[in-house]
């Protein structure tokens, strides 16, 4: 069954550093997607990415973050100066339309 | 600005019996709604959805049921297995006018089902 793959599945930084998180969404899917969760707080959405454009973000995806859908399969989210309170599950999802969205198995950041 | 609410931060049913979940939404927007289920540092994992012209959908022991003029969703487990020990997540989403699918979660429910 197709499945969201990120890498890596934990990444430690220090504050200040750049992190990219990386996604290899399911192949045919058309909508590229970020969330995250803070430990014991809901799920939060970051971005939305269709035909090679952010087509919504949050308040929390300032700018210090950024999106790349670099060789047509892979979707990376960058965080150029990591904060303390980016500490984080980060999920990629990706949907064929608008219908379920399917997530990774997230990458768990930490910043110290 | 809680959307979505799920009020019930957890519930215990025996094994065998039936779980229900519910969930509660403020935005008259939103046209499709789904439940997710998520287990401890693991991605969510997308169960059953139900569009907004439908008040019911099935899927094996999965039952959703929307009632759109009270804004309230409900997930039914029938029969509960302890395999389905879980945080159980609502979302929604509408149309925002544009190629968006956007997910706005619930606080989650966290189902613990006793052999």
């Known amino acids: 069954e197709p499945e969201v793959t990120q890498t890596p599945s934990h990444q430690v930084t220090q504050m200040g550093q750049e992190v990219i998180l990386r996604c290899v969404p399911i192949s045919n899917h058309l909508y590229f997607y970020w969330y995250r969760q803070i430990l014991g707080q809901k799920v939060e959405f970051l971005v939305s990415?269709?035909?090679?454009?952010?087509?919504?973000k949050s308040e929390i995806f300032d700018d210090q973050f950024s999106v790349e859908r670099p060789d047509g399969s892979n979707f990376t989210l960058k965080i150029r100066s990591t904060k303390l309170e980016d500490s984080a599950m980060y999920f990629c999802a990706s949907s064929l339309q608008r219908t379920e969205a399917f997530f990774g198995q997230g990458t768990r950041l930490t910043v110290v | 600005d809680q959307q979505v609410k799920q009020n019930s931060p957890s519930l215990s049913v025996q094994e065998g019996r039936i779980s229900i979940l519910n969930c509660d939404y403020t935005?008259?927007?939103?046209?499709?709604f789904l439940w997710y289920k998520k287990y401890p540092a693991e991605g969510p994992t997308f169960l059953i959805s139900?569009?907004?012209?439908?008040d019911k959908n099935e899927d094996g022991r999965f039952t959703v049921f929307l009632n759109k003029s009270a804004k309230h969703l409900s997930l039914h487990i029938v029969p509960s297995q302890p395999g389905d020990s879980a945080v159980y997540f609502c979302a929604a989403s509408g149309v925002d006018g544009g190629a968006t699918n956007k997910l706005i979660f619930g606080t989650g429910t966290l189902l613990a089902v006793q052999p």
């Open positions: 935005n008259s927007m939103f046209d499709y």
């Open positions: 139900i569009s907004s012209i439908k």
């Open positions: 990415f269709y035909n090679n454009e952010i087509s919504e």
